[in-house]
């Protein structure tokens, strides 16, 4: 027999002599039973797969053994399913599996089974004791007709009677294929004859309780017995899924869906009514049911507008992040004049440990809003955040609507962090993606690729978070609102210590300690390089736990306690300039500003400029610069020496713009054999004709300087503006020099 096609049953099996009704839903499975009746005189190959999972067998995974069946009828239901009855009529070995793949229908080739010799003796034997065994087992059990006894004595037929009680027995469908992929007739005969003894044992047992049982009930017993016969019955019958479909069909009208999305939700519950339960299709159509109304459609926290008790929320969780606060208090009064106004989408750019994540959440807290965090750091595939299809194994939707759905809130914070992290890549570009999300004239409509309906998301507030403003993609960067986080000042730290992070710890380990904000400055000046105060927290967590267990006479920490449970303190070490050739320069970094020497000195040679330090590009052009300025403005014959710079901390990596006016410093002082004072700083880029630029990180640079006990420094005058952020104490340690010309330092230093 060859071409014949294949219907495979998952969790089913068909027997010869045995009729089953099918009602099909699927397009392959009405193709199939199409060409059976077309081409292959009403007969297609049914087989059982021993994994019901796997949605895409290979050749090598079907059973080698299946049953011819006979399509008896077949009938178009008003549902549009195909409802049809087959008729197992012979076992048969499967030679080969091929794909017709013009209509894609898989087929094979296939031989009739021969039944293996035997004795004739031990085959009437034990035909007649399965025989017995069938009679004693529907005597026990009333539920099961006689009627089957009469189709067993007109035949004589070892095969066909195996197959005849194998239908009828209560057997797993593990069980039923091991009966049909059994050739020899005598085997099976042997199996069955256990089996019903089994069953036999459990029906005498089950009739023993049911008599103790009556006998011992009383009234309220028999009403509970009762009920829950009833139970298994309902469950028996169906009547469960039918409560559900009518539960969730309830659910869809009362969310007031638009047309469109009730009409495609109305008919996938049509789906699951219509799917066995026994079938993988049902719950994946029933857990994408259970998605889309657990999602929050039309529900929405009530929004607190009050800019007071924002106010408060804020400042009582975070000290400073001024510009941060005064936009989400903007928001909230000018969103309780126009109701409609939509939320920011705002990215907080900063260095780690400055508060990002906190005040997002505290942020949350102050609107009354849920809050969720989805890190996307690393990310580089997109259907991470707009799901994936359910024609995929293990389907499920992306981490937006997962938010979502967790926050049971249609207008929650979100927040997306790391957002400067996200990598491009063959598997996608999850920048791209959010573009969708952020954008106000998208996300109105987002769809979800598993939830396949638009879903609103324009009442979200979107924070993002990001280290590096460099590292995001343009496009993205266009969408969104950036708030600069720079990196807390000393006193900064030392006020957060104070009115925050002191106060927590000491809750915490309920403790009683007084620390002064002598032992706080001192730990910030001593034990901290960080921009934001991580590391001071766990500091000032290990001090006070180690002065709890281990000195508990004192009453207050002191600075002896803190040096010794705090070991060597981290100040970097800055020689004194005793020589030509070296000066001060200010510099910015992550962690806050920085004091560091720049050190020329030159030999006889042709102009070649040689920089170490761990200097970047930018500054080996400012050496440059600066070469090419004093050769063209000063009596210096800089191109008849070699000239070596360097910038001592070799670990730490510099560049920058803003070394080029102390570089030109260094370079004349070299050349001129001027010792330039170590009370000295200079900051400031410099052009070849003599201008100095405005540079960055001032603030942080004129702490920095106050704390090294610089007492003058040299500043563009175009930073002029940036003096209003420094701390007031600062200008009474400095003496700020507002240039606007490198002529004005040559003036005072080298004349």
Request: charge should be negative.
């Amino acid at each position: 027999m060859n071409h014949i096609p294949v219907f495979i049953l998952n969790e089913l099996v068909i027997l010869p002599s045995q009729e089953i009704k099918i009602d099909l839903s699927n397009d392959m499975s009405k193709k199939i039973i199409k060409s059976a009746s077309k081409n292959n005189d009403n007969r297609v190959l049914v087989i059982a797969p021993k994994n019901p999972l796997e949605s895409d067998p290979s050749f090598e995974d079907l059973p080698s053994i299946g049953v011819i069946a006979k399509i008896k009828s077949k009938i178009e239901l008003s549902s549009g399913n195909l409802r049809i009855i087959l008729k197992g009529i012979q076992r048969v070995k499967i030679e080969k599996y091929f794909q017709n793949y013009s209509t894609g229908i898989l087929k094979c080739s296939c031989v009739e089974v021969e039944l293996p010799k035997f004795d004739a003796v031990r085959k009437t034997a034990v035909q007649r004791k399965l025989i017995s065994s069938l009679k004693e087992y529907i005597d026990t059990n009333k539920s099961i007709s006689n009627s089957i006894l009469n189709g067993i004595d007109e035949t004589s037929d070892l095969d066909t009677i195996t197959d005849m009680i194998t239908t009828f027995m209560p057997n797993t469908f593990a069980k039923k294929l091991e009966y049909m992929e059994c050739i020899n007739p005598l085997t099976r005969a042997t199996m069955l004859i256990e089996d019903l003894q089994g069953e036999i044992s459990f029906a005498m047992l089950d009739k023993e309780l049911e008599e103790k049982l009556q006998e011992n009930l009383e009234n309220g017993q028999r009403e509970y017995l009762l009920k829950e016969k009833l139970k298994e019955i309902n469950k028996a019958l169906g009547n469960t899924k039918e409560e559900e479909i009518e539960s969730l069909e309830n659910d869809i009208n009362s969310l007031n869906f638009d047309d469109k999305t009730k009409e495609k939700l109305l008919n996938e519950v049509k789906k699951y009514a219509n799917s066995s339960e026994y079938s993988p299709e049902s719950s994946v159509i029933k857990n994408y049911l259970d998605t889309v109304l657990s999602l929050p459609w039309r529900k929405f926290s009530k929004e607190n507008l009050d800019t007071k008790k924002i106010e408060e929320v804020l400042n009582s969780t975070h000290y400073g992040l001024k510009e941060v606060k005064d936009r989400i208090i903007e928001y909230a009064h000018l969103k309780s004049i126009n109701p409609s106004l939509k939320a920011p989408v705002i990215c907080l750019l900063g260095p780690p440990g400055v508060g990002k994540t906190s005040i997002a959440m505290s942020i949350a807290k102050a609107l009354n809003r849920e809050f969720f965090k989805i890190s996307v750091g690393g990310l580089n595939d997109s259907t991470e955040l707009i799901g994936s299809r359910r024609t995929y194994l293990g389907a499920a939707p992306g981490k937006i609507i997962q938010a979502i759905i967790k926050c049971k809130a249609n207008n929650p914070v979100l927040l997306i962090d790391e957002v400067d992290k996200m990598v491009k890549d063959y598997k996608g570009d999850p920048a791209s993606t959010m573009l969708e999300i952020l954008d106000e004239t998208q996300n109105k409509f987002f769809v979800d690729n598993y939830i396949e309906e638009a879903f609103d998301l324009s009442h979200v507030m979107f924070i993002l978070t990001a280290n590096d403003i460099n590292t995001i993609p343009a496009t993205l960067l266009d969408r969104l609102e950036v708030i600069t986080l720079g990196s807390y000042t000393v006193y900064e730290k030392i006020d957060i210590a104070r009115n925050y992070i002191l106060k927590n710890i000491l809750d915490e380990y309920k403790s009683d300690l007084k620390v002064n904000k002598d032992v706080i400055e001192y730990i910030v000046h001593n034990y901290t390089k960080e921009a934001g105060v991580r590391e001071l927290k766990r500091v000032l967590e290990k001090l006070v736990r180690k002065v709890c267990v281990y000195e508990k006479d004192y009453k207050s920490i002191t600075t002896n306690l803190a040096a010794k449970y705090l070991g060597k303190p981290l100040d970097e070490y800055l020689p004194k300039i005793r020589d030509y050739g070296i000066t001060n320069t200010l510099a910015y970094t992550t962690v806050g500003g920085l004091i560091s020497h720049v050190e020329v000195s030159k030999h006889k040679g042709t102009g070649k400029i040689t920089i170490t330090g761990s200097a970047g590009d930018i500054l080996q052009e400012s050496a440059k610069v600066a070469q090419g300025y004093i050769g063209s403005t000063y009596d210096v014959n800089v191109n008849d020496y070699d000239i070596n710079i360097h910038f001592i901390s070799n670990a730490q990596k510099k560049d920058g713009p803003s070394a080029g006016v102390s570089i030109t410093v260094a370079m004349l002082s070299c050349f001129l054999n001027r010792v330039i004072d170590g009370n000295i700083g200079f900051t400031g880029e410099i052009t070849l004709k003599g201008d100095i630029l405005p540079i960055g990180g001032l603030k942080e640079k004129l702490i920095e300087a106050s704390l090294k006990g610089i007492k003058t420094v040299y500043i563009p005058r175009a930073n002029e503006l940036d003096l209003a952020d420094v701390p007031m104490n600062v200008f009474n340690d400095i003496d700020i020099k507002l240039v606007s010309s490198f002529s004005e330092i040559y003036d005072v230093l080298f004349r």
